[in-house]
């Protein structure tokens, strides 16, 4: 078993430079459209919302980035950040799966992310979990 972490910060001012300069190109470069319709419904605290889910996918390249084939920029849309029926953030990584090395001989076994945030800042951290040497 091989256990990986990554954890970002960034500041909330530079996300909302970002969607105020670029707009949509941003958006859709980045979230997917769940993650724009979640964020998009609080506009008190939108801004925090989308930089914590890019300190999210952040921290989720650098856990995994020893595994994963490339850094496109479509890679930014294969690690979604929602929520479950409580409130916590849960992590759908299915389409970044299939940019892992195929000759990496490693099989994700799980990932879990934690996120934060206040006015000026989110922070996040991710822990994967791999099973290695699966050829024998």
């Known amino acids: 078993m091989k256990i990986t972490t990554g954890i970002d910060i960034i500041e909330v001012e530079r996300i909302k430079e970002a969607i105020d300069d670029m707009g949509n190109g941003f958006l859709n470069r980045i979230y997917t459209e769940d993650e724009i319709q979640y964020c998009n419904k609080s506009d008190i605290m939108k801004y925090q919302h989308f ?50 090395n195929k000759t990496a001989d490693i099989k994700l076994i799980n990932i879990d992310i934690s996120i934060s945030h206040i006015k000026e800042y989110a922070v996040a951290s991710a822990v994967a979990i791999f099973e290695e040497n699966l050829k024998n």
């Open 51 to 100: 930089a914590a889910r890019f300190a999210a996918k952040e921290a989720v390249f650098k856990a995994m980035s020893k595994y994963i084939s490339g850094r496109e920029d479509a890679l930014w849309k294969d690690i979604e950040i929602l929520n479950d029926e409580s409130g916590k953030p849960e992590i759908n990584v299915d389409k970044l799966i299939e940019n892992i």
